[in-house]
């Protein structure tokens, strides 16, 4: 079925947001950039564009999260995109059991990274320059899953109550945290050591997106 000019406009607008961010916009932000007098014109849109058959909306979704649900049509068979959360900042010290607060979402190519679709994982927001000789630059997304981490692994980890992003070496004597970067020291626990997952990808300048 034919698009019109302006479903066009925003089907592209989609393409190439998600090229460049691995994220959909909102609504809001298809509003903003199309000068739409409301998010019900965006809405609106990409109702014509599920209905036309170019995207597809992920099932079980409502029309409350319809941007951030939305996958394009021939994505959804193949199904290598997922929606994993992002923590703006890991809570230090939350236990096992407990969920944190999500700061959106980022869409990711499980395939590229060796997840499936069972795989637990989140995604962080770099911030500081601690890891720049592994190209991970401040306002980057690092993906992460949950597992045991192995040798020369980059971990997201708890130590000795706070949170960081390093490099974890498994030294015989006691495992300790180390930079990629000269300026750095190396971050031996004085108690507590947890690692809370291991790197499997990274998204250059995503921004955090609802």
């Known amino acids: 079925m034919k698009l019109t000019a302006r479903q066009q406009e925003v089907l592209d607008y989609l393409q190439s947001e998600h090229r460049q961010t691995g994220i959909m916009p909102s609504t809001r932000e298809i509003q903003t950039h199309f000068g739409f007098a409301s998010q019900t014109a965006a809405v609106s849109n990409l109702r014509a564009l599920e209905k036309k058959g170019v995207i597809k909306r992920r099932e079980g979704e409502d029309d409350r999260r319809l941007a951030r649900c939305i996958v394009f049509a021939d994505q959804a068979d193949r199904e290598p995109i997922v929606d994993v959360p992002i923590y703006g900042a890991i809570p230090a010290g939350y236990a096992d059991d407990t969920v944190p607060e999500s700061d959106g979402t980022?869409?990711?190519d499980i395939r590229s990274?060796?997840?499936?679709?069972?795989?637990?994982?989140?995604?962080l927001k770099v911030r500081g320059e601690s890891?720049?000789?592994?190209?991970?630059?401040?306002?980057?997304?690092?993906?992460?899953?949950?597992?045991?981490?192995?040798?020369?692994?980059?971990?997201?980890?708890?130590?000795?109550?706070?949170?960081?992003?390093?490099?974890?070496?498994?030294?015989?004597?006691?495992?300790?945290l180390k930079a990629e970067n000269v300026n750095y020291p190396e971050l031996h626990p004085v108690e507590e050591l947890r690692v809370q997952g291991v790197m499997v990808g990274l998204v250059r300048g995503a921004t955090r997106r609802w």
Not at 131 to 138: F, L, Q
Not at 154 to 160: E, R
């Open 131 to 176: 890891m720049i000789d592994a190209h991970i630059m401040d306002g980057d997304h690092v993906v992460l899953e949950y597992r045991e981490p192995r040798d020369q692994d980059i971990v997201a980890a708890l130590i000795d109550g706070e949170t960081t992003l390093k490099r974890f070496v498994n030294d015989p004597k006691r495992p300790y």
């Open 106 to 108: 980022l869409s990711v």
């Open 113 to 123: 990274m060796g997840l499936t679709a069972r795989s637990k994982a989140y995604a």
